[in-house]
Each structure stands twice: as C-alpha cells, then as structure tokens.
C-alpha cells in the first residue's frame, strides 16, 4: 500500500548543514522512499530558523493540510513544533506519528509531555513503555532501531582494518581505544573530535564491511570507569547498520540485546576493557568463526530488521496496511 507521508524532521545533522545529512535523513526518510511511499519533506528545523517558531508552526499547519496526508510521520528535535501543534493536526483527523529517539534520557524532560498529542508515537527504550501506561498514554509502540536496506549493504570486497569504531569520543571512549592500541591492536576511529574526522555516509558503509572487528562503544559517553559500577548499556542504531552491511560487531552489552541478536552467533558483546581486549584478540586470530558470525548477523537484519519491518509495523497500528 503505497501511502501519502508528511515527513516533518530534519535534513541536516542537529540542523547544520555544515555537518551533512542527518540520521533521520539518510535511514528514515530514505527507507521510506524505499519502500515505495509518497514522501513529502517539510524541514521544521531550517524553516524555524528562517520564519522563527510561530510563523514556522503556522506554515507546518498550513503544509498538511493542503497535502492531506495518510499520515504526518514526525522526528522531533527539541520545542520548535508546538505541543498544540501537533495537537491540532490530530484533532483535524490527520493521522500523526512521533519516533521518540531519547527515552533512555528524555522521557520525564521531553517525550512525556509531547506524546499524548499524537494519534501514536514509539519507543526504542523498553523500560519506558510502562511509564507511558502509567500516565494513561497508551498509544506508544515499542519498536527498535534498524538498518535502512536501501542506503547499507555489502559493499566492501576486501578486509582492509583490524579494529575500527566511527561515532564522536564521548566520555571514556578515547581511553578505551587508547587501552586497546596499548594492548597492540590497529585501531582506526573516525567521527567529529577524532583526528581522521567524519566519514561520508558511502564511506562509512564502506568501513564496516572492510573492518574485521567493528566496535559499538554503546555507552561509553557516560563519564564513568568501567570497574566502578555495571555497564547499563543501550541498544544503538549502529550494531544494525554494522550488521546490515556485512561487518562484524563487537558490542558492549545492553539490556533486551538477545530480544533481536543470538549473542556470540550473530555478534559478540563484552562488558569492561578487560573483556574487550580479550574478546578482540580471540576474534582477530578466528578469522572463520568471525566471518560465520558476521555472516548471521547480516542474515538476522536481512530478515527481521530493517527499517521496512519496523514501520510496516507502525503503519499497521495506525490501521494504515495489512
């Protein structure tokens, strides 16, 4: 069923240009185009910065209803859209839908306030569905991020990296490649604040396949030392990118991580630095194992997690397909 999508989010990365398209823009929209939908973009963060938030609010009322759409498919960022905004729309009989990115930290400052002006939003974060109920909202999915099939793959032909980790160097993580490149591992990192930089989406893509060992350092942005207290983790976009393009993933553990992998099968977790050199060396040097494992990983996206299945799954709480 193709459907008629008002896509209300943002183009560019925290809405600079400067830093290339963002995330929501090369997954989101991308997969939604992919599956063949009508895709109509309204770039709330660029026209708030060009109009100021009322007369920006104002033209967003104006852009859906003269589209009329099957459903408005939002990514909020902060408070540039109205809470009555949104609650406008819905009240009008347009269908609105909220993919909440942050429960994991916002729910109580951000999501809990928007949420019950949506005919239905999601979360990634489990432990915030029942706080949900618990307010008496009730229209909230748990879903799960994904791997857009339409902008991942294997691409790479050749290993070419040991080990590699792309995402900004929050908390510990510089310290926890520097104990692996002192533990004597090729460690290769790119992102904003390495000195390598930012990789282009392609080149990205390119990394994880040709990587032996892609790292996904899920909760090293938080200032902690590892045998101080538990990793509590959370489960990252980029383990199903990694996987969805082929490459081999070593992840910190997270909660609800075996709901969607076969741990030690499908990817491999560790849950300190101690852990994780031993891991990484056991891996480098079982080339055929590591190859199997990367090769279910793929299989498991394949198959059950790209962005197609989650918002077919969306698409069908809003009663809009079969």
Same mark, same amino acid.
Not at 65 to 72: E, G, L, R
Not at 251 to 258: S, W
Not at 268 to 276: A, P, R, V, W
């Given at each position: 069923? !193709?459907? #008629?999508?008002?896509?209300?989010?943002?183009?560019?990365?925290?809405?600079?240009?400067?830093?290339?398209?963002?995330?929501?823009?090369?997954?989101?929209?991308?997969?939604?185009?992919?599956?063949?939908?009508?895709? @109509?973009?309204?770039?709330?963060?660029?026209?708030?910065?060009?109009?100021?938030?009322?007369?920006?609010?104002?033209?967003?009322? &104006?852009? +859906?209803?003269?589209?009329?759409?099957?459903?408005?498919?939002? =990514?909020?960022?902060?408070? *540039?859209?109205?809470? *009555? /905004? +949104?609650?406008?729309?819905?009240?009008?009989?347009? #269908? /609105?839908?909220?993919?909440?990115?942050?429960?994991?930290?916002?729910?109580?400052?951000? $999501?809990?306030?928007?949420?019950?002006?949506?005919?239905?939003?999601?979360?990634? @974060?489990?432990?915030? =569905?029942?706080?949900?109920?618990?307010?008496?909202? &009730?229209?909230?999915?748990?879903?799960?991020?994904?791997?857009?099939?339409?902008?991942?793959?294997?691409?790479?032909?050749?290993? /070419?990296?040991? =080990?590699?980790?792309?995402? &900004?160097?929050?908390?510990?993580?510089?310290?926890? +490649?520097? !104990?692996?490149?002192?533990?004597?591992?090729?460690?290769?990192?790119?992102?904003?604040?390495?000195?390598?930089?930012?990789?282009?989406?392609?080149?990205?893509?390119?990394?994880?396949? $040709?990587?032996?060992?892609?790292?996904?350092?899920?909760?090293?942005?938080?200032? #902690?030392?590892?045998?101080?207290?538990?990793?509590?983790?959370?489960?990252?976009?980029?383990?199903?990118?990694?996987?969805?393009?082929?490459?081999?993933?070593?992840?910190?553990?997270?909660?609800?991580?075996?709901?969607?992998?076969?741990? *030690?099968?499908?990817?491999?977790?560790?849950?300190?630095?101690?852990?994780? +050199?031993?891991?990484?060396?056991?891996?480098?040097?079982?080339?055929?194992?590591?190859?199997? =494992?990367?090769?279910?990983?793929?299989?498991?996206?394949?198959? *059950?997690?790209?962005?197609?299945? #989650?918002?077919?799954?969306?698409?069908?709480?809003?009663?809009?397909?079969?």
């Amino acid at each position: 069923m !193709r459907l #008629r999508i008002a896509y209300i989010a943002s183009r560019w990365d925290y809405g600079d240009p400067a830093r290339g398209l963002s995330f929501e823009e090369t997954n989101f929209r991308s997969a939604l185009e992919g599956m063949g939908h009508g895709v @109509h973009p309204y770039d709330f963060i660029a026209r708030h910065k060009q109009l100021g938030k009322r007369t920006m609010n104002d033209e967003l009322l &104006q852009f +859906v209803a003269d589209m009329s759409p099957d459903v408005a498919v939002f =990514v909020l960022f902060k408070d *540039e859209i109205d809470i *009555e /905004t +949104v609650r406008s729309l819905t009240a009008s009989g347009v #269908r /609105t839908f909220n993919w909440f990115c942050d429960d994991h930290w916002r729910f109580d400052s951000f $999501s809990r306030h928007y949420a019950p002006a949506f005919s239905l939003v999601s979360t990634t @974060h489990a432990e915030s =569905v029942p706080r949900y109920h618990r307010m008496g909202c &009730q229209n909230v999915v748990l879903s799960q991020w994904a791997c857009n099939r339409y902008g991942y793959g294997r691409r790479a032909e050749h290993l /070419t990296h040991d =080990v590699t980790f792309v995402g &900004q160097p929050y908390g510990n993580r510089r310290a926890t +490649v520097r !104990r692996l490149c002192t533990a004597g591992f090729d460690v290769h990192s790119w992102g904003y604040g390495w000195k390598s930089g930012r990789l282009e989406h392609a080149e990205m893509v390119q990394v994880f396949g $040709s990587s032996r060992i892609n790292l996904n350092l899920s909760n090293a942005w938080r200032e #902690r030392l590892w045998r101080r207290r538990p990793a509590v983790g959370q489960i990252k976009a980029r383990i199903f990118e990694i996987a969805g393009s082929g490459g081999f993933v070593l992840t910190e553990r997270a909660p609800h991580l075996a709901d969607y992998f076969e741990l *030690e099968h499908e990817l491999s977790t560790f849950s300190d630095e101690d852990e994780l +050199v031993e891991k990484v060396a056991y891996w480098l040097a079982n080339e055929e194992e590591r190859r199997s =494992v990367a090769d279910a990983g793929y299989r498991r996206v394949m198959s *059950e997690h790209t962005y197609d299945h #989650r918002f077919m799954e969306i698409f069908r709480a809003l009663e809009l397909g079969p």
